[in-house]
């Protein structure tokens, strides 16, 4: 199996530079955690990987690897016992809430660990992107081996309901910021969802924002 080993800026960037305890769900081969601390050499970096195979390889990077679903009550317990009574200072989620059963439940059990200043850093996919639209209109909705549509995601989000996703589990967000992906492709597709604004009472930037963005990378703070 081959597995992403790059790390986007946009995500890194926000991520807070003087963490002291940092946990990954989902985190790969530990790539992102191996950048991080190029930052913050000092952090303490724990981590919960479903993929046995990439669980070893994430091992090399970072110094706690679970091998599991954080949804399962004895992953979860595993990692607290990791934790010594530490509060997490980042938790970060990359792509995941969206394969989980009950995003809303996991948001609120790490609620309840997060330090005092704690935040979440996630990437969520849009499921308004005007390809989605577009499919639909032909009457399709084809899932794939990735994407957005990729055939193991089980939960759905646009922008609207990410923050909705949040601010319902004890979180509020406070950066959200979009991938444009095709940029070309885009615009040219815009010109035409533009023009549809004024009959569902949006305006053009509205289905601009609602549309064109592929993901969300988004921070949400502890409430």
Not at 141 to 146: P, Q, V
Not at 153 to 177: A, C, D
Request: hydrophobic share 40%.
């Amino acid at each position: 199996m081959i597995y992403k080993e790059s790390v986007s800026d946009d995500f890194l960037s926000i991520i807070p530079k003087e963490a002291h305890t940092i946990v990954e769900i989902g985190c790969n081969t530990g790539r992102l955690a191996e950048m991080y601390r190029t930052i913050n050499p000092n952090v303490r970096y724990l981590a919960v990987e479903l993929s046995e195979e990439a669980a070893r390889k994430a091992a090399t990077r970072i110094e706690c690897v679970i091998t599991g679903d954080i949804e399962k009550p004895e992953v979860f317990s595993e990692l607290e016992k990791n934790l010594d009574e530490n509060k997490i200072d980042v938790l970060i989620l990359s792509d995941v809430l969206e394969h989980l059963i009950d995003p809303w439940g996991i948001l609120i059990k790490f609620r309840k660990i997060m330090s005092s200043n704690g935040c979440c850093v996630v990437c969520i996919p849009n499921v308004s992107h005007w390809t989605i639209l577009a499919g639909l209109i032909h009457g399709e909705w084809n899932y794939s081996d990735f994407g957005l549509l990729d055939r193991t995601h089980l939960r759905f989000f646009t922008k609207k309901t990410m923050i909705e996703l949040f601010q319902n589990t004890g979180w509020q967000v406070e950066i959200s910021t979009p991938r444009i992906f095709a940029p070309d492709e885009t615009e040219q597709a815009m010109s035409v969802f533009t023009s549809l604004a004024s009959p569902f009472g949006l305006t053009p930037e509205q289905v601009k924002e609602n549309l064109s963005v592929f993901q969300w990378v988004i921070r949400a703070q502890c409430v």
